[in-house]
């Protein structure tokens, strides 16, 4: 049997915009209340891990130290924007998202020690933050960050990166663009429809990077139906990508009834792509899969949603 760990506590649910801001505690709060209630604490192959924080310089291994500087000075004052409006400050945002990128790291570290075999996180997947700046509530990137730690510590060449999110994974996308050794495959509303405008099916990766990068938009009130014909590209993918490991951003705002966007999956869909990715996982690079909760607006739905990556990661 798989053995499950995830990240839950106080620590993740500190990265919580104020107000009535979308991405916010309740949600998370609202998984793990289904979590309990399904008896899926209590099962003996899931292990709950505290959130750690990142090291300072484990930020600085992706993001500018100038950036850094600036989240740890606009967390001290709590006040103004991060950005052009969608990432608004609060006290202690340094310390919340070094919460986040702390927790990811640990699951590598967790992953690649083979003391676990599958990670979920459900406050993760901040893949729109570039090198210098935050995006779209987004602060730290924890996947690029990732991506730099299986890289340059465990010396990892062949990195997947699968985002069905349906904002296009831009920060990861764009700073990881040339580098040949990230395969990124990324199905989204499309870009002239949704934030952030990007992720067209000509950008295909620079370089030697040609052929590594895969965007799949799907038209607004695409379905389940539409999902799993994109997501069938993988099959195909994941042979060229041959991967040591694999990241999974599994953001639930393509689902129905999700406030910010127009597309229209079920839990299907959730499910249909974990348990894919799961199997090759196994397939492809002894079960190494980390999957990010990313996006999700409507809480009920995302919930519902993570609840289904959880057990699509622990079947088999
Ligand atoms: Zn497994
Ligand atoms: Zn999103």
């Given at each position: 049997m798989c053995r499950i760990g995830m990240f839950y506590g106080e620590g993740l649910l500190k990265y919580s915009f104020p107000?009535?801001?979308?991405?916010?505690?309740k949600r998370v709060e609202l998984f793990w209340e289904l979590m309990v209630k399904q008896g899926l604490t209590r099962i003996n192959n899931i292990q709950i891990f505290e959130p750690i924080k990142a090291e300072r310089d484990d930020i600085l291994s992706f993001h500018t130290e100038d950036y850094v500087k600036f989240v740890e000075s606009i967390s001290q004052s709590g006040?103004?924007?991060?950005?052009?409006?969608d990432t608004p400050a609060f006290k202690g945002i340094y310390e919340a998202s070094s919460f986040v990128v702390g927790s990811a790291l640990k699951a590598l570290d967790l992953i690649m020690r083979k003391e676990i075999d599958h990670v979920f996180i459900?406050?993760?997947?901040?893949?729109?933050?570039?090198r210098d700046r935050a995006a779209g509530f987004c602060v730290f990137n924890d996947l690029a960050i990732t991506i730099m730690r299986a890289k340059r510590?465990?010396?990892?060449r062949r990195i997947l990166y699968v985002d069905i999110d349906a904002h296009h994974g831009d920060g990861v996308f764009y700073e990881f663009?040339?580098?040949?050794s990230i395969y990124i495959m990324d199905i989204h509303e499309d870009g002239r429809y949704l934030y952030p405008g990007t992720g067209f099916t000509?950008?295909?990766?620079?370089?030697?990077?040609?052929?590594?990068k895969l965007n799949l938009p799907l038209d607004p009130g695409s379905g389940d139906k539409e999902f799993k014909v994109a997501f069938d590209k993988i099959d195909e993918f994941i042979v060229k990508a041959k991967p040591d490991i694999i990241l999974f951003q599994?953001?639930?705002?393509?689902?129905?009834?999700?406030?910010?966007?127009?597309l229209q999956y079920t839990i299907e869909a959730h499910r249909y792509a974990t348990r894919k990715l799961h199997m090759f996982s196994h397939k492809f690079?002894?079960?190494?899969i980390i999957a990010f909760g990313g996006g999700g607006y409507s809480a009920e739905k995302t919930a519902e949603a993570w609840i289904e990556v959880v057990k699509s990661l622990c079947l088999i």
């Open positions: 107000k009535n801001h979308p991405l916010n505690r006040y103004g924007y991060l950005d052009y409006g459900p406050v993760g997947g901040l893949h729109h933050a570039r510590v465990y010396g990892l663009y040339d580098d040949p000509n950008e295909i990766g620079s370089k030697d990077a040609v052929g590594t599994c953001g639930a705002d393509g689902l129905k009834d999700d406030p910010i966007t127009h690079c002894d079960g190494k």
